[in-house]
Nanobody
Framework: QVQVVESGGGSVQAGGSLRLSCTVTGFFGTDACMGWFRQYQGEGREGVGTIYSGGTPPYYASFVKGRFSITFDNAKNTLFLQMNDLKPEDSANYYC??????????????????????WGQGTQVTVSS
């Protein structure tokens, strides 16, 4: 059974940085799409970015604007989300997701939560001004 576990969340002041990790077990190799999503309280999940484990460049949501970076360590089967210059509006519960195969587009959207079936429990990020 595939297990997805996020970690690295916490509280930080505006302008600070956090590095989130996502470890996947029971799901290995270089043929998987990995994604980061975030959810505000009482809202739906918003895509942050996706990356193919085979090494293709990530897809990023427009709001990232160069502040975030997604990488995948094939040796450790671990996905990372490096977040810099954090803003209060970045405060949310961040989720990691995984799906076998190439990343897929849904009407031009490469960061669609509906394309993923394996999810972590989330890690909370709180940014104070």
């Amino acid at each position: 059974q595939v297990q997805v576990v996020e970690s690295g969340g916490g509280s930080v002041q505006a302008g600070g940085s956090l590095r989130l990790s996502c470890t996947v077990t029971g799901f290995f190799g270089t043929d998987a799409c990995m994604g980061w999503f975030r959810q505000y309280q009482g809202e739906g999940r918003e895509g942050v970015g996706t990356i193919y484990s085979g090494g293709t460049p990530p897809y990023y949501a427009s709001f990232v604007k160069g502040r975030f970076s997604i990488t995948f360590d094939n040796a450790k089967n671990t996905l990372f989300l490096q977040m810099n210059d954090l803003k209060p509006e970045d405060s949310a519960n961040y989720y990691c997701a995984a799906e076998r195969g190439f990343c897929r587009s849904s009407g031009g959207n490469w960061i669609d939560w509906r394309n993923f079936s394996n999810w972590g429990q989330g890690t909370q990020v709180t940014v104070s001004s």
